[in-house]
C-alpha cells in the first residue's frame, strides 16, 4: 500500500536534546512537508521540499531543520534552540507542478520533551 | 497573503442533524480550496476539494460544500450526521497560480455528534 509512515508514534526527549524525526512516503511524490499542531492553532508549516536536495523554511522554521537527500524521505531535527518543542508534528507529500495536489498526512509523531 | 477563517471552534450535532461547518477565505483569485477530517491522534484525510471544475464539490463520507465567490466561502455540510462523523474538520487554501502547492490551514472546527 502506498503511503507516508513517521516514526516512532510518540517520541519523549529531556530539555536541550536534539530529536530527529522520521518521515517517509512511497507515493513517489515531489513534494514534502513537515507541520506542527499545537491545540486550537491548526497546522502551522516548518519546512517543505519541492524537490530533492532543496528545501524551503516555512512559517515557523526557528529552532528545527530538515533534509532532503532522497525523494522518499524528509527528516526534521528539533533542536534544542525551539523554545516550545512539546506537539504533534505532521509529514505531508503532494505532487507538484502546475495543478491543484493535495496533500496527503503520514499519521504524526507526538513529541514531549521535559 | 491567503487565509481561511473558521467560524465556531466547536459544534455540536444530534445524530441525524444538518451538518453545516463554516470557511471563508481571503484571496486575490480564486483559490484552490480543501477540507480535511482529523480523528484524534492521527493524519488528516482529505474530504473534498475545489478546483474551479463545479461551485458543487462533493466528497467521501456523504459530505460536500459549495464554493461562493461572491461571499468567499466554502462551507462543508452533510445532511445527516453520523456519530462517526465526530471529529476535527480543517478548511485549507492554496493558490491557483504558478506550480505552488503550498496550504494555509485554519484553525479547525471539532464536531460533537450527540444521541
Known amino acids: 500500500d502506498g503511503g507516508i509512515t513517521q516514526s516512532p508514534k510518540y517520541l519523549f526527549r529531556k530539555e536541550g536534546q536534539n530529536v530527529t524525526l522520521s518521515c517517509e512516503q512511497n507515493?513517489?511524490?515531489?513534494?514534502m512537508y513537515w507541520y506542527r499542531q499545537d491545540p486550537g492553532q491548526g497546522l502551522r508549516l516548518i519546512y517543505y521540499?519541492?524537490?530533492?536536495?532543496?528545501?524551503q523554511k516555512g512559517d515557523i522554521a526557528e529552532g528545527y531543520s530538515v533534509s532532503r537527500e532522497k525523494k522518499e524521505s524528509f527528516p526534521l531535527t528539533v533542536t534544542s534552540a525551539q523554545k516550545n518543542p512539546t506537539a504533534f508534528y505532521l509529514c505531508?507529500?503532494?505532487?507538484?507542478?502546475?495543478?491543484?495536489?493535495?496533500?496527503?498526512f503520514g499519521p504524526g509523531t507526538r513529541l514531549t520533551v521535559t | 497573503a491567503q487565509s481561511v477563517t473558521q467560524l465556531g471552534s466547536h459544534v455540536s450535532v444530534s445524530e441525524g442533524a444538518l451538518v453545516l461547518l463554516r470557511c471563508n477565505y481571503s484571496?486575490?483569485?480564486?483559490?484552490?480550496l480543501f477540507w480535511y477530517v482529523q480523528y484524534p491522534n492521527q493524519g488528516l484525510q482529505l474530504l473534498l476539494k475545489?478546483?474551479?471544475?463545479?461551485?458543487l464539490v462533493k466528497g467521501i463520507n456523504g459530505f460536500e460544500a459549495e464554493f461562493k465567490k461572491s461571499e468567499t466561502s466554502f462551507h462543508l455540510t452533510k445532511p445527516s450526521a453520523h456519530m462517526s462523523d465526530a471529529a476535527e474538520y480543517f478548511c485549507?487554501?492554496?493558490?491557483?497560480?504558478?506550480?505552488?502547492?503550498?496550504?494555509?490551514f485554519g484553525t479547525g472546527t471539532r464536531l460533537q455528534v450527540t444521541l
Open positions: 505531508a507529500s503532494s505532487s507538484y507542478g502546475q495543478g491543484s495536489y493535495e496533500q496527503y
Open positions: 507515493l513517489n511524490h515531489d513534494a
Open positions: 484571496s486575490s483569485v480564486p483559490p484552490y
Open positions: 475545489y478546483t474551479s471544475a463545479a461551485t
Open positions: 521540499s519541492q524537490i530533492v536536495n532543496d528545501f
Open positions: 485549507a487554501v492554496s493558490p491557483n497560480t504558478g506550480t505552488a502547492s503550498k496550504l494555509t
